[in-house]
């Protein structure tokens, strides 16, 4: 680790009750994968080191157990808890704080936090785009939160969106509506089955030329994706890489040929997006 560079590590919040699932959320099954292991492996890809928070009775649940722990340290229940607990297990990290249930969540989103980071705020988060208050279990939190937190919490407070909402956190507006959503009820797992089983992730092999080529870095690459269209695709790539074509100035071919933006995309296809042609 260089001198003077704050450390990363993730944290999967998974010390719930989950009251109205009747059944613990982390447990459950997508695409052959318990909803844990999936948010432990996506945070895997971003950071060093990944910790999943709980509480004091859940250490020796098999799900938890074969992962690395950081057990509530404070009085309390909620998800501040667990995040200050993190705050308090390593004082100089930062923490790229996950809730385990968040099936949509995608490499993208996650990509996006970590090139808008802000170290100089207290945490930098999502704004829910349903109710458009910070998403404080997708974000990344510094450690001078940790002050702050302790005594917002000694103060009575326990909600952390209010807590952003009232100190200094960057937030940033989403560009995928869905990657936030999370699961608590048996009728919404039951939709995120069947969404997911839609919008599976694939591979796909996609080219870029002229400007696209240069904002992106590189000409083609070959990547696992859940868009199911081509304008979805374009859409999760101009957030990555910042584009500044619009969909409108570009032209789409799938597989060699020219496309409508609404094709729906399938395992190994291949994507071309190709921009105005300079000169004449």
């Known amino acids: 680790m260089t001198a003077g560079v704050t450390p990363l590590y993730g944290l999967i919040l998974a010390g719930g009750v989950s009251s109205r699932m009747h059944r613990d959320k982390a447990a459950l099954q997508y695409q052959g994968a318990i909803q844990l292991d999936r948010a432990f492996e996506l945070a895997s890809r971003h950071v060093e080191k990944v910790f999943v928070s709980v509480r004091a009775n859940q250490v020796s649940d098999p799900a938890r157990a074969r992962r690395p722990l950081i057990v509530d340290a404070f009085a309390g229940e909620g998800p501040i808890v667990g995040i200050r607990s993190a705050l308090a297990a390593f004082p100089q990290s930062a923490w790229l704080v996950l809730a385990c249930d968040l099936p949509f969540l995608s490499d993208a989103a ?84 069947e969404a997911l089983e839609t919008a599976a992730p694939k591979q796909l092999k996609i080219q870029y030329y002229a400007l696209l080529r240069e904002q992106a870095g590189r000409s083609e690459e070959t990547l696992e994706s859940s868009a199911a269209t081509p304008a979805d695709l374009y859409k999760d790539l101009a957030s990555r890489y910042r584009f500044t074509l619009a969909r409108e100035q570009l032209k789409v071919a799938v597989n060699s040929e020219f496309s409508d933006w609404s094709r729906k995309l399938k395992q190994g296809d291949a994507v071309v997006f190709i921009p105005p042609v300079a000169g004449g």
Do not use: M
């Not at 945490?123 to 404080?136: K, N, Q, T, V």
């Not at 510094?142 to 407070?157: F, R």
């Open 110 to 193: 996650i990509e996006v936090l970590l090139r808008e980071r802000d170290p100089t705020r207290f945490a930098i988060a999502y704004l829910s785009a349903h109710d458009g208050l910070p998403e404080p279990l997708c974000a990344i939190w510094e450690p001078s939160a940790a002050a702050a937190l302790a005594k917002y919490q000694a103060g009575g407070g326990h909600c952390p969106r209010k807590f952003l909402n009232s100190h200094a956190a960057r937030l940033i507006e989403p560009s995928d509506r869905r990657a936030l959503d999370n699961i608590n009820t048996p009728e919404e797992y039951a939709q995120a089955l």
